[in-house]
């Protein structure tokens, strides 16, 4: 786990085969305000594997995460997810709602999309003896890293980056057996019944969702929006963001976190238009106090890479 500034809590939520690290640009902007929370779950980037015995699942992920939070004594979080980190928030917030004053949402997993298509092969060939393995040793090479997360980075994610994320899963064949047996266990059915139990948190809710995103689609957000009751509805450009973008996230997650910071534009909005149209979905799409964020101006946003 790492702990980074002060002030109110952020806890960023990772997803699978990444680590911390995948927020760095985030956290470099945002741990002068905030205290930024930044756990490594088993999924496949962590130093310290699970007991042989343990089978990680969502369900486990979320309980890590709520024990986690206790034993900080973290109060009023703002909870920040994003792929199967997302999914695995949602879990959070069912199962562990009461230290959760916010939650974030971008490009995740819900409803029958986990996993997305794209990421299925992938979970099956988990199966296969000597498949994780020799997915570690490809590792290794730029080329396999370049694959690798060119399944959920629009841009390459610098050597580096990459070899420091992927070293746990690389040596440890441990490391590698969590990441297999949480593939194994993700099915749709889960976060299909996780969502019908999502209209019973009814704190402020925020859902930037990147629209040139081939894994988790736009009607994915437009759904997953409609299942809280409440949310603080905010305008701001994303521009055409994949999922990994989540830098695209500062102009969101900055002013969210801290109410009294928002821009009286945010506010007048709120108070005065209660009933907030989804862009692009058309008149017939609406949520009382509900807006799902999808840029339309990318060139006001901030820059993105992986």
Not at 248 to 273: G, Y
């Amino acid at each position: 786990m790492h702990r980074v500034g002060q002030g109110k809590p952020l806890v960023f939520v990772h997803g699978l085969l990444v680590n911390h690290k995948t927020w760095r640009k985030v956290v470099a902007e945002l741990q002068n305000d905030y205290e930024c929370i930044l756990p490594d779950l088993p999924l496949g980037a962590h130093s310290l594997p699970l007991p042989p015995g343990a089978r990680p699942n969502v369900y486990l992920m979320a309980d890590l995460m709520g024990a986690m939070l206790e034993a900080l004594d973290l109060r009023d979080v703002t909870l920040i997810g994003n792929d199967s980190g997302g999914a695995i928030s949602q879990f959070v917030v069912t199962r562990h709602p009461a230290r959760i004053g916010k939650l974030v949402l971008t490009n995740c997993d819900a409803f029958r999309n986990f996993p997305p298509p794209i990421l299925r092969p992938l979970k099956w060939a988990t199966y296969v003896p000597g498949f994780l393995p020799l997915l570690g040793a490809s590792s290794r090479l730029r080329l396999g890293q370049r694959i690798l997360f060119g399944l959920v980075a629009k841009h390459p994610v610098p050597a580096e980056v990459a070899r420091d994320i992927l070293t746990p899963f690389i040596q440890n064949g441990a490391v590698r057996r969590d990441a297999g047996r949480f593939m194994q266990s993700i099915h749709p059915r889960q976060t299909q019944e996780v969502a019908k139990k999502l209209p019973e948190f009814k704190r402020p809710v925020l859902l930037p969702w990147g629209q040139a995103d081939p894994i988790f689609p736009l009607k994915f957000g437009h759904k997953l929006c409609a299942q809280f009751p409440d949310a603080r509805p905010q305008r701001a450009a994303l521009g055409r963001a994949s999922h990994k973008q989540q830098q695209r996230l500062l102009t969101r997650v900055d002013p969210f976190a801290n109410p009294d910071a928002l821009s009286i534009e945010i506010l007048a909005f709120h108070k005065d238009q209660r009933r907030v149209a989804f862009p692009g979905a058309g008149p017939g799409i609406q949520q009382p106090d509900l807006t799902l964020i999808f840029g339309v101006g990318a060139e006001n946003s901030p820059s993105a890479g992986a």
